[in-house]
C-alpha cells in the first residue's frame, strides 16, 4: 500500500511569510508525529496526533508553530512569521499506536529553507 | 528524563566485517525496541525491531535487547559499502506509546 506522503517535498520562503506543511499518513494508521531535523543533527519532536487530537505539543518550539489534523487523516503544520532557524527539513510519521509495539513509518519530508 | 544513548561516531567498518552498534537506555520498563537507518539526504526508514530478551535476525542483520544491563545492540554481517548510513536506536518506554529517538551512529563502511 501507499506509504506516508509529504507535500510539498521542498519550500524555499522568505523571512517573515507563513508557510503550511501537509503530511498524508498511511491509511488506517491512527497516530500521526511531526518532528524536525537540522542538517546534521538528530530528530527533533514537534506534535503527536492521535486521531484528530493533540496530547502531546511540548515540541513545538514557539507559539509560531501550529499543527491540526481532519478526519483523523491529514494534518498540516502551520509556521508564521518564519525565521532563519525554522529551516530545517519537517518529517512526518504515522504508526498503527495499537500497542506499544507500533513502529513508526515516515515520509519523505519537507526541506524548508528561509531566506 | 528518559534518554537513549548513542556513540554518534563515525564508525569505520571494513566491507565484509561484522558491523556493531549499541544503544544503551534509561527507562528500565522499556517495553519494545527498534533500529532505523537513515541515508544522507533521506527519512528514517525502519530495519528491526525487538521485544524480548536475546538474539533476533533478519538476513545480514541480527539485533540483540538486554534488558537487564539496559541495551541493545544492532550487528550488520558482511557490512557493504551500501550499509553506510546513520543508524538510529528508538525506544518505547513503558508509560506510553511514543517513541524516545537516539541521536544516532554514523557508520561507513570502507570498500
Known amino acids: 500500500g501507499a506509504g506516508v506522503s509529504q507535500s510539498p517535498s521542498n519550500k524555499v520562503t522568505e523571512k517573515g511569510k507563513d508557510v503550511e506543511l501537509r503530511c498524508d499518513p498511511i491509511s488506517g494508521h491512527t497516530a500521526l508525529y511531526w518532528y524536525r531535523q537540522s542538517l546534521g543533527q538528530g530528530l527533533e519532536f514537534l506534535i503527536y496526533f492521535q486521531g484528530n487530537s493533540a496530547p502531546d505539543k511540548s515540541g513545538l518550539p514557539s507559539d509560531r508553530f501550529s499543527a491540526e489534523r481532519t478526519g483523523g487523516s491529514v494534518s498540516t503544520l502551520t509556521i508564521q512569521r518564519t525565521q532563519q532557524e525554522d529551516s530545517a527539513v519537517y518529517l512526518c510519521?504515522?504508526?498503527?499506536?495499537?500497542?506499544?509495539?507500533?513502529?513508526?513509518?515516515f515520509g519523505p519530508g519537507t526541506r524548508l529553507t528561509v531566506l | 528524563q528518559k534518554e537513549v544513548e548513542q556513540n554518534s561516531g563515525p564508525l569505520s567498518v571494513p566491507e565484509g566485517a561484522i558491523a556493531s552498534l549499541n544503544c544503551t537506555y534509561s527507562d528500565r520498563v522499556s517495553q519494545s525496541f527498534f533500529w532505523y537507518r537513515q541515508y544522507s539526504g533521506k527519512s528514517p526508514e525502519l530495519i528491526m525491531s525487538?521485544?524480548s530478551n536475546g538474539d533476533k535476525e533478519d538476513g545480514r542483520f541480527t539485533a540483540q535487547l538486554n534488558k537487564a544491563s539496559q541495551y541493545v545492540s544492532l550487528l550488520i554481517r558482511d557490512s557493504q559499502p551500501s550499509d553506510s548510513a546513520t543508524y538510529l536506536c528508538?525506544?518505547?518506554?513503558?508509560?506510553?506509546?511514543?517513541?524516545?529517538w537516539g541521536a544516532g551512529t554514523k557508520l561507513i563502511i570502507k570498500p
Open positions: 528508538a525506544v518505547v518506554p513503558n508509560s506510553n506509546y511514543q517513541l524516545i
Open positions: 525487538i521485544y
Open positions: 510519521a504515522s504508526s498503527p499506536r495499537t500497542s506499544g509495539r507500533d513502529a513508526q513509518y
